[in-house]
């Protein structure tokens, strides 16, 4: 992903309150802006954080050409001023963040942006779209690899990707969020995410026969030798040509590719058929427009089946496209004296949170599993005691009393006055990373249907502060 020529990938009202916030004398007031979401995907429990890496790489490039500055002179908006600011325009925000393939709730402030205003508030349009798109597709993939159920899932989903960045920064999400591979071959040059596949229908009809196609592929490939056995008829021609040519040659790696017709059928069938010809090692792996939904039935109903190619429903997270992650003021410093900023709504969902925060969250110390969150203002301690009261995020009078817990804060410090401190974890890393943060997950939060609400509560000094200025606002309609 090239970051050097993004200065202008914004929406135009970044620039034109940029321009407004430097000819008001305010451009370098300091603020603080929280990126959050309101609702999991899916109905789900919760969502994994991904993106981090790219707001790095924009942030430390982010620069206006010549050529942009002449595009936005030509607009006749912009002041000459403020286009000679353009030309030095550096990021010097502090920034601090959730690190990528952390579990994270609804309201919670992933990323947090403080500095000069015309700075943080420019930035926004693409952390959100950083951060959109990449959480989205790994909390699709994180869905995908439990429903699997410890089979392995290939990320397949490059020719149905919205594009060539979303294609590459899709599969990276999708690595994070479990995946064993993809078949994005970029990626693993780009990211070091291993590159998989096997073969097209193509291969096997350009052949004499289909015999002759899977000797040949089994000749060349003998360390990756998956055969597809559905161009013409699974059962009568694609199976019994597959088990001829391992046979014959014997390959190291021996599997056969289901890309069509009834998976659980099939894949019952053809685990027969492969036993009873000596060919108990080899795999059986299926495709075909597959999803958590059609994966987990297709288990359940006892399909012989020990890996997924998983595309287009995960790559474009097909049943809910959207992560809706939103980026909102919440404090302005003048002089010294921060004045903390809320949105107020008739919407309940949309009313945020005041105050610069920090994010904690609190494990058991016995089972080491999640118990809750809590989010404070960052001048507070970290939650303690032996009876520490939170509430139900749906019901602020339904109380749980929590006790022999740590707090851990779940944010880490990115960029201090625009310089990068944080050391970047290699993509197996983060990947790991994830998969033990979601271990500490109860099950009643991972399960699809109806999965439990997960305390996210707010401190009983925030929850003050957020309270008395609803009370202001109303106070001076």
Not at 102 to 128: C, D, H, K, N, S
Not at 296 to 315: H, N, P, T
Not at 458 to 470: K, P, Q
């Amino acid at each position: 992903m090239n970051t050097q020529e993004y200065a202008l990938l914004t929406d135009f009202y970044e620039l034109t309150m940029a321009n407004g916030y430097f000819e008001s004398g305010v451009a370098e007031d300091i603020a603080s802006f929280d990126l959050f979401f309101r609702r999991v995907p899916d109905k789900g429990g919760f969502a994994i954080m991904a993106g981090l890496e790219q707001v790095i790489d924009y942030l430390e490039n982010l620069a206006f050409s010549e050529d942009d500055i002449a595009f936005l002179r030509g607009k006749g908006e912009f002041s000459d001023a403020f286009l000679r600011y353009l030309r030095h325009f550096r990021f010097s925000c502090d920034m601090w963040s959730v690190p990528e393939g952390t579990p994270v709730f609804p309201g919670e402030p992933i990323i947090t942006v403080r500095g000069p205003l015309i700075q943080a508030q420019f930035i926004e349009t693409m952390l959100l779209l950083l951060i959109n798109h990449q959480s989205l597709v790994a909390t699709k993939a994180n869905r995908i690899v439990r429903a699997a159920a410890g089979r392995g899932v290939m990320e397949f989903g490059t020719r149905r990707a919205h594009g060539s960045a979303s294609a590459e920064l899709g599969a990276r999400a999708a690595y994070i969020g479990g995946c064993v591979g993809t078949a994005c071959s970029v990626c693993e040059k780009d990211y070091g995410i291993p590159a998989l596949g096997t073969m097209a229908h193509s291969w096997v009809q350009v052949f004499s026969s289909e015999y002759e196609a899977f000797k040949t592929y089994a000749e060349l490939y003998p360390d990756n030798c998956t055969l597809l056995v559905d161009t013409y008829s699974t059962l009568k021609s694609g199976i019994p040509n597959a088990i001829r040519v391992f046979k014959e040659l014997d390959p190291p790696s021996k599997a056969i590719r289901i890309d069509s017709g009834d998976i659980t059928y099939l894949t019952k069938r053809a685990r027969v058929m492969l036993d009873e010809a000596g060919l108990t090692d080899c795999k059986i792996v299926v495709s075909n427009s597959l999803d958590e939904w059609l994966i987990r039935d297709v288990i359940l109903q006892g399909a012989k089946i020990d890996s997924f190619g998983v595309g287009e429903r995960l790559i474009t997270a097909a049943s809910e496209p959207v992560f809706g992650g939103v980026y909102k003021l919440a404090a302005v410093e003048t002089d010294g004296v921060l004045t903390p900023k809320m949105k107020i709504s008739e919407n309940v969902e949309k009313i945020t949170n005041p105050g610069f925060k920090c994010v904690y969250r609190l494990f058991d110390k016995t089972s080491g599993r999640v118990m809750a969150d809590v989010i404070t203002l960052d001048h507070e301690p970290a939650p303690t005691g032996d009876d520490y009261v939170i509430f139900d995020p749906a019901f602020t009078w339904k109380r749980k009393k929590l006790s022999n817990f740590t707090a851990v804060n779940l944010r880490k410090i990115i960029f201090d006055g625009g310089r990068c401190v944080y050391e970047r974890p290699a993509i197996d890393e983060i990947r790991s990373y994830c998969a033990g943060q979601v271990s500490t997950l109860w099950d009643e939060l991972t399960r699809f249907e109806n999965p439990q609400s997960y305390y996210v509560d707010l401190s009983d000094e925030l929850w003050r502060l957020r309270t008395e200025l609803i009370e202001q606002y109303n106070s001076e309609l």
